[in-house]
Antibody, heavy 117, light 113 residues
Framework: QLQESGPGLVKPSGTLSLTCVVS?????????WSWVRQTPGKGLEWIGE???????DYNPSLKSRVTISVDKPKNQFSLRLKSVTAADTAVYYC????????????WGPGTLVTVSS | DIVMTQSPDSLAVSLGERATINCKSS????????????LGWYQQKPGQPPKLLIY???TRKPGVPDRFSGSGSGADFTLTISSLQVEDVAVYYC?????????FGQGTKVEIK
């Protein structure tokens, strides 16, 4: 299971910070761990992903503002998105890339983050 | 970026009838080295995250009803629901994972006629 947590409201120009706690699996396994967001206007958008050794891959459209990190002792990974605007208002999901499928086989329930003053 | 385009945007199908959703990628997503199409299909119901149905374009995830099937290769793909059930009302997305950024189609809303 995956579970997102973090503030539901962030001020414009501030930093969005979310954590995804992984249970029932080890974040040190051979999976990649991802962040995906969903808005009514842009649909599903891949933000980026991380491997347990800290290797990351980011969406070029967000790369200058995104940092994804992993905390192996806590079995969790995190997302930081800086300099947010209203356009970053979305439901944010964490997801696991399956070893057999290479697709997203498990997702968190999602968390709505609103950017507003 | 690989652009994924689904058609139609929505469709209404009678219970027990076939529903067909198409997905086209802007470039080939077949890896000739392993003969795999890097394409997944997801189902999303309101208030829920997407749920993986099909991967490698045609492999059904264990536990997914066999009325769901995927086909196609290269840049043209299809998701078929052979006999629509009430619980299949949802939005369906295709996604390519051939390269990053991973990209999704815009979604197809399936309703009961």
């Amino acid at each position: 299971q995956l579970q997102e947590s973090g503030p539901g409201l962030v001020k414009p120009s501030g930093t969005l910070s979310l954590t995804c706690v992984v249970s029932g699996a080890s974040i040190s396994s051979s999976n990649w761990w991802s962040w995906v967001r969903q808005t009514p206007g842009k649909g599903l958008e891949w933000i980026g992903e991380i491997y347990h050794d800290g290797t990351t891959d980011y969406n070029p459209s967000l790369k200058s503002r995104v940092t994804i990190s992993v905390d192996k002792p806590k079995n969790q990974f995190s997302l930081r998105l800086k300099s947010v605007t209203a356009a970053d208002t979305a439901v944010y999901y964490c997801a696991r890339v399956g070893l057999d499928s290479s697709a997203y086989d498990y997702w968190g329930p999602g968390t709505l983050v609103t950017v507003s003053s | 970026d690989i652009v994924m385009t689904q058609s139609p945007d929505s469709l209404a199908v009678s219970l027990g009838e076939r529903a067909t959703i198409n997905c086209k990628s802007s470039q080939n997503i077949l890896n000739s080295a392993n003969n795999k199409n890097y394409l997944g299909w997801y189902q999303q119901k309101p208030g829920q995250p997407p749920k993986l149905l099909i991967y490698w374009a045609s492999t059904r995830k264990p536990g997914v009803p066999d009325r769901f099937s995927g086909s196609g290769s290269g840049a043209d793909f299809t998701l078929t629901i052979s006999s629509l059930q009430v619980e299949d009302v949802a939005v369906y997305y295709c996604q390519q994972y051939y390269n990053t950024p991973r990209t999704f189609g815009q979604g197809t809303k399936v309703e009961i006629k």
